[in-house]
């Protein structure tokens, strides 16, 4: 394993920028990270607003970046610090992370978590293995994150109310929003609110587009027999 | 840094965060000349360890796996009874200060703090100061001052005068100065007053003092 991870023969050094406010634990993976000839701790950014300073002016291999932070949430600055140095691997810095932070991090090009309270040598083959652009991430993260991915199936149109899957039905029988809210006994403005909602969530920009999604992704119902 | 005035200074360390623990591990080698640096993550093993390394300077942690860093302080100063402990707490709330400074504490610095101001407040306790801020030391005397208890002896004009003076944080070297005394001569009289007081630290010793009306409180000086 050890062997495996270590970059330190090549001679290759890895340059790790702290993003993190808590001095205590800032200055403790500075020393930490320091013990290995191969990386090279360039500096600590308590802000965000010092971390996009300090990754344009350093060009770090890799970020480790905490998530709460004085000025904002760690992962809304994953976009911002890959548009300052593209090269650039961010890892989140996490202690207990919620899915949705997981994979906010993740649609935004992080290249993987680490805790806080891991070992010294997670913590060192973390980044190690993000300079050479692997995804790390630890098997419990990454059954949390399976798990959630199996339950919740990113498909389009999979957050329709039951309402709004009506109303699509009723649309794709060519029903006005004035016939849809005599059939349903609701007033046109309720149906118009209704057909808004749902054409967001397909992301269309028009009730026709609504319905063309929807029929691509077989999202209408079948008449009521 | 200044501490080749103490070679081999031996330093326990309790932190239950291995990356904190290894940090400062590192650092207090690399920047105490001479440190002689153990570690532990429980206070179990704290114990074991503060009896092997017999520290000059225990930094505890309030939060451990196996119980409070606040309510094992009188158990390591028994076992290493020449040890100086410094709570290190999240949030320095008055019931951990207290709970501490009654098992013999030396001394506080909060987790929010960097390396530089945790080893000045280990360098503070090893010289024999209430390693303390002088707003947080104020507070916790004015707190002491309504819980009034008896003094185990008395104590001469010259050591209230000394204690006034530590009360206010000035510290061995202010009040050396203020006195017109060789720091050293101060420090072993801030011992001497320990010793009759029967405190573990000065710390413990100004809050004694201020129980038993040996000296007023900072706010009523």
């Known amino acids: 394993m050890e062997d495996e991870t270590d970059d330190g023969a090549t001679g290759r050094t890895i340059r790790v920028l702290v993003v993190d406010d808590h001095e205590l634990v800032a200055d403790s993976l500075v020393r930490v990270l320091s013990l290995e000839d191969d990386l090279v701790p360039v500096g600590i950014a308590p802000t965000l607003a010092r971390a996009r300073q300090l990754v344009a002016l350093e060009r770090p291999d890799v970020v480790l970046l905490d998530q709460e932070l004085p000025d904002g949430h760690g992962v809304d600055a994953i976009g911002d610090l890959l548009a300052a140095h593209p090269q650039v691997q961010v890892v989140m810095l996490t202690a207990s992370t919620s899915e949705n932070v997981l994979a906010t991090a993740m649609a935004a090009g992080a290249a993987g978590f680490v805790s806080k309270t891991s070992g010294l040598g997670e913590l060192v083959n973390a980044v190690r293995a993000a300079s050479r652009g692997d995804a790390v991430i630890s098997p419990e993260l990454l059954g949390r994150l399976l798990t959630r991915m199996r339950r919740e199936p990113a498909r389009l149109g999979r957050d329709l109310t039951d309402r709004e899957s009506e109303i699509l039905g009723l649309l794709a029988r060519g029903l006005t929003n004035a016939a849809i809210a005599d059939r349903l006994v609701v007033s046109v403005h309720t149906v118009r609110n209704h057909v808004s909602n749902l054409s967001a969530k397909l992301g269309a920009h028009s009730k026709l587009e609504a319905l063309a999604i929807a029929m691509r992704e077989d999202l209408i119902p079948p008449p009521p027999a | ?221």
């Open chain 2, 1 to 221: 840094m200044s501490d080749q005035s103490t070679p081999r200074v031996r330093v326990l360390v309790v932190e239950d965060n291995a990356l904190v623990r290894a940090g400062l591990l590192r650092a207090l080698e690399t920047e105490v000349d001479g440190a002689t640096v153990g570690t532990a993550g429980t206070l179990a093993a704290a114990r074991r360890v503060a009896a092997d390394l017999n520290p000059d300077v225990v930094l505890l942690d309030h939060v451990l796996p196996d119980g409070g860093g606040a309510d094992a302080v009188a158990e390591l100063v028994t076992l290493a009874p020449t040890a100086a402990v410094v709570m290190l707490t999240a949030t320095g709330s008055p019931a951990v200060l207290r709970t501490a400074v009654e098992g013999g504490a030396a001394g506080f610095v909060l987790k929010s703090s960097g390396h530089a101001a945790i080893f000045d407040a280990l360098r503070a306790a090893v010289r024999g100061d209430a390693a303390i801020g002088a707003e947080r030391l104020g507070e916790l005397l004015t707190r002491a001052a309504r819980d009034p208890r008896p003094v185990p002896r008395q104590v001469s004009v010259e050591d209230r005068t000394l204690l006034v003076l530590l009360s206010r944080g000035l510290g061995i070297a202010g009040a050396a100065e203020r006195l017109d005394l060789p720091q050293a001569d101060v420090a072993e009289r801030v011992r001497a007053v320990s010793t009759t007081l029967a405190a573990r630290s000065t710390l413990e010793s100004l809050v004694i003092a201020v129980r038993g009306g040996v000296i007023p409180p900072p706010s009523a000086a």
